[in-house]
């Protein structure tokens, strides 16, 4: 799978704001024609080799977007997902899910997404409140099909990640001429959420109302990150390449209930509050049934270790029912909020008799389902309770861990870990194999330091990381996605980095695609499931763009799609900080560039060598030189 490009019309200045009508492919691509169709050239095994770089990834294709700040290259990206999520918002439309949908139609679109699947070209159309879907015909040409759930058997899964605090701020999206269809209120429905993958499309990391929570963030990536590290080192692999985790801190979180309960609570206004409440405090209850004997070993009864552990299976329990279609049918939801919305007595009397049949048959087909990643975290939860182990901090040797429990995949690894309402963190320290071939040297020295803590890590280096983790984490969820009533395994990933270098140093920025490539080839993708992957990288930096070759990056200046015949690949990015493209007066500060301009104009009109004190100042040896030169000795 690869995509191909966007084809934009004329449509509202907040969509498609500096970019002009027209063609814009990602590669060598000829603009299409009436009938929408293109004809394709397979790319060859030399450019599908230069990133195989190891054994085992399905086929990697790789293409750029680079430009000004300006010139488009987010603006051209918002459009995709736009078309993205209003083909997703038909699809599950469609399917009819019985939890509806958290999906709204991005109004205003009207542009064309190409890409082409299993070799054959097909094109999503967007215009504006119209969708259709065309398929490459025997003869060539293009034959449109219905919106239906077939689609999915062939399509891709998004995965977009950005994480400039700018971008994907649902407020922005509002246009100047108070059109009351076109907003961002879209957006809300695409970022990183539980919905077994359904809709193809996901942005991370997650936001509300523009704004990340750095500190969910940093649990979330801390949680990826230490199990991941934890697998690599049982099979003698290394995320981060070259370190490995040496011991694992944890303490208890007292505070974890109020925290999660006062978000919850706002976060689902359908329901009352002192509703919500007695909806967890009887799911407690039930679990409470199961577990009581265990959950009496661990901790003393209703103490607030108890009342935590309890409150977490009935609130992640919720979360699950509130989320996943299978889980809403079997509590049924609709007929809760029914109840909720009837009063107190209605509701009162529905969570007395009707509500606790459903809530044991939901923790039935949760207890039945260990290996889903859906209930992944209530059978860690369950799996601690059961260890007995009851101290409220303490430190573990990974080692010891690994000898212990064995984990020969991710889910087995977390569920050994501590739960949620613990605070973790884990020591990496240098590996003494630094020359080992199980990893690249382009990792090489990420880290100087020879031992540290993810919380202790500098923002480049969170920043890599968890973008990686990101990207591993949902492969393998992806992964183990098998067919039923309302998802489809997707075969085809397509990865989006928009603002690639963010807090980057020049030389991350330089192997950011090997470092990508190397984290895929360590996930161990299932070739047989995920059969390609597209990756689009969108940068200011040419750093970035020595790795990709100039046929497949699209040039942007002033929102405008611009030719560029010399080639980046393996190009001097010395070169590329000259070139016209990335500059067009000069490549030096603005306060030095008018500094020396005059300095040489004063050496031109006098012929004076400058002062000693200017000529330290000047770190250019060509500009040196000419200043050295008075007139008579040239």
């Known amino acids: 799978m690869r995509i191909i490009g966007l084809d934009l019309r004329a449509m509202n200045s907040a969509i498609i704001k500096t970019l002009r009508p027209g063609w814009y492919p990602l590669g060598e691509f000829s603009a299409p024609n009436k009938e929408r169709y293109i004809e394709l050239q397979p790319l060859s095994n030399r450019v599908l080799g230069l990133y195989r770089i190891r054994e085992g990834l399905p086929k990697i294709n790789v293409s750029c977007i680079v430009g000004r700040n300006g010139s488009g290259k987010s603006t051209l990206l918002d459009i995709m997902y736009r078309i993205l999520n209003n083909l997703s918002y038909e699809l599950i439309k469609e399917k009819n899910t019985p939890g509806g949908s958290d999906l709204e139609y991005a109004h205003g679109v009207n542009a064309d997404l190409y890409y082409e699947s299993d070799g054959k070209l097909n094109v999503i159309s967007c215009n504006e409140d119209r969708m259709a879907f065309y398929i490459e015909a025997r003869r060539g040409g293009m034959k449109p ?45 695409v970022f990183h959420k539980n919905d077994g993958y359904l809709a193809p499309l996901t942005l991370v990391p997650f936001r509300e109302d523009g704004v990340i929570d750095i500190r969910k963030e940093n649990n979330l990536a801390q949680q990826r990150i230490t199990a991941l590290s934890i697998l690599g080192r049982s099979k003698r692999k290394q995320f981060p390449a070259g370190y490995y985790p040496k011991t694992l801190s944890y303490q208890i979180n007292l505070k974890y209930k109020e925290e999660k309960l006062e978000r919850f609570i706002r976060t689902h206004p359908e329901f009352n509050s002192e509703m919500l409440k007695s909806i967890i405090h009887q799911l407690e209850s039930k679990w409470e049934n199961h577990i009581s004997d265990e959950l009496e070993q661990l901790y003393e009864i209703h103490s607030d270790e108890y009342n935590l552990a309890l409150f977490y299976l009935a609130y992640k329990t919720l979360k699950i029912c509130l989320t996943y279609n299978d889980y809403i049918e079997t509590i049924d939801i609709n007929s809760l909020k029914r109840a909720c919305d009837g009063g107190v007595k209605t509701f009162q ?12 048959e939901v923790i039935e087909k949760i207890v039945k389902h260990h290996d889903d990643h859906i209930t992944l975290k ?18 573990i040797n990974v080692d010891d861990f690994i000898r212990q429990y064995k984990p020969q ?122 059969r390609s992957i597209n990756i689009i990288i969108a940068t200011h930096s040419p750093f970035v763009l020595t790795d990709i070759l100039t046929e497949h990056t699209l040039y942007l200046k002033e929102g405008k799609r611009q030719r560029v015949k010399e080639q980046t690949f393996g190009g001097n990015y010395y070169d590329m900080l000259r070139s016209s ?39 250019d040896p060509f500009v040196r030189r000419y200043l050295e030169n008075i007139e008579g000795d040239v």
């Open 145 to 189: 099909i219905p919106i239906t759930a077939k689609i999915l058997n062939k399509f891709f899964y998004t995965i977009g990640i950005n994480y400039s605090i700018y971008a994907f701020n649902k407020y922005d999206y509002e246009p100047n001429d108070q059109n009351e269809k076109i907003n961002g209120e879209w957006l809300d429905g």
């Open 349 to 360: 009397k529905y969570l007395n008799k009707q509500f606790p049949n459903k809530v044991e």
């Open 378 to 395: 209530i059978h860690q939860c369950l799996d601690f309770i059961k260890k007995g182990e009851s101290a409220s901090a303490g430190k």
């Open 409 to 530: 995949t991710y889910d087995d690894v977390v569920k050994n870990l501590y739960p949620p309402f613990f605070l973790t963190d884990i020591l990496f320290v240098k590996s003494r194999r630094s020359s080992s071939k199980d990893y690249d040297s382009s990792w090489g020295e990420m880290m100087r330091e020879r031992q540290f803590t993810l919380s202790k890590m500098s923002s480049g280096e969170k920043q890599m990381l968890y973008a990686m983790s990101y990207v591993l984490y949902h492969m393998k969820n992806l992964q183990s996605v098998n067919e039923d009533n309302y998802r489809v395994p997707y075969h085809h990933i397509n990865l989006i980095f928009d603002e690639a270098e963010l807090y980057y140093h020049p030389d991350y920025q330089r192997r950011f695609v090997a470092m990508l490539i190397e984290s895929l080839q360590w996930a161990k993708i299932d070739r047989r499931k995920i």
């Open 581 to 619: 493209f990335f500059f067009e007066k000069t490549a030096i500060g603005d306060i030095s560039a008018k500094a020396v301009r005059r300095w040489v104009d004063k050496k031109n009109k006098t012929g004076e060598k400058p002062e000693p004190e200017i000529m330290n100042m000047v770190g």
